[in-house]
């Protein structure tokens, strides 16, 4: 898995021509950021996830997330968006991203949201304390190695479905990543010759 060392991955992303969504008017757009930290040389890299709060009423209350959210209108971009809702719900200010990957369709989902996300990838050269919003409950960093071990894989039962309706998905700990941040993240590791295990 050397090609997923980050001194691999950057040049790998600087050649992607993302899929970028036209956004009319009804749907509203977000950004993430993937937060990409190395630990040392020999190690793959690590991406932070947050678990969100739980808030009656919020889809993704509790849900496992990457830092991110809502275009604001004085936001000059999708980018900014990224950056400014990381700073605003962790505390930290990722800089310049290194790549955009291709948007995320949340019209198209299991379940429909007049939604489109844009997602952003950030090299951290150091993981720093982290200031957590109200919006935030927890945060982990998940090495790739992880992420990639075919025992992570687990399936998330939707909660009030049916009995065998259920989602791929990995476990970290007591952490279940899966949905929207499940795809996003097999999309992003699609683009690096990698897979998430089914």
Same mark, same amino acid.
């Given at each position: 898995?050397?090609?997923l #060392?980050?001194? #691999?991955?950057?040049?790998?992303?600087?050649?992607?021509?993302?899929r970028?969504?036209?956004? %009319?008017? =009804? $749907?509203?757009?977000?950004? $993430?950021?993937?937060l990409?930290?190395?630990?040392?040389?020999? &190690?793959?890299?690590?991406?932070?996830?947050?678990?969100?709060?739980?808030?009656?009423?919020?889809?993704?209350? =509790?849900?496992?997330?990457?830092?991110?959210?809502?275009?604001?209108?004085?936001?000059?971009?999708? &980018?900014?968006?990224a950056? /400014?809702?990381?700073?605003?719900?962790? =505390?930290l200010?990722?800089?310049?991203?290194?790549a955009?990957?291709d %948007?995320?369709?949340?019209?198209? =989902?299991? /379940? /429909?949201?007049?939604?489109?996300?844009?997602?952003?990838v950030?090299?951290?050269?150091?993981?720093?304390?982290?200031?957590f919003?109200? &919006? $935030?409950? %927890?945060?982990?960093?998940?090495?790739?190695?992880?992420?990639?071990?075919?025992?992570?894989?687990?399936?998330?039962?939707?909660?009030?479905?049916?009995?065998?309706?259920?989602?791929?998905?990995? #476990?970290? %700990?007591?952490f279940?990543?899966?949905?929207?941040t499940?795809?996003?993240l097999?999309?992003?590791l699609?683009?690096?010759?990698?897979?998430?295990?089914?």
């Amino acid at each position: 898995m050397d090609h997923l #060392r980050l001194d #691999r991955i950057e040049p790998a992303l600087k050649t992607l021509s993302p899929r970028v969504v036209s956004v %009319d008017g =009804g $749907v509203r757009q977000a950004s $993430v950021a993937l937060l990409l930290h190395q630990p040392s040389p020999t &190690e793959l890299p690590e991406l932070l996830f947050i678990e969100r709060a739980r808030v009656d009423g919020d889809p993704w209350s =509790g849900h496992m997330a990457f830092p991110g959210g809502m275009r604001e209108p004085h936001d000059p971009d999708p &980018e900014a968006t990224a950056t /400014r809702e990381t700073l605003e719900e962790i =505390g930290l200010d990722p800089g310049r991203a290194l790549a955009r990957l291709d %948007d995320y369709d949340a019209r198209g =989902g299991r /379940r /429909r949201f007049a939604l489109v996300v844009s997602p952003f990838v950030f090299r951290v050269a150091q993981r720093p304390k982290l200031t957590f919003s109200h &919006e $935030v409950a %927890d945060a982990v960093w998940i090495p790739l190695a992880s992420i990639l071990d075919p025992a992570a894989a687990t399936r998330y039962a939707l909660p009030g479905a049916t009995e065998h309706a259920s989602l791929p998905a990995f #476990r970290h %700990d007591r952490f279940v990543v899966w949905g929207m941040t499940f795809q996003i993240l097999d999309a992003f590791l699609g683009r690096l010759g990698a897979s998430l295990p089914r």
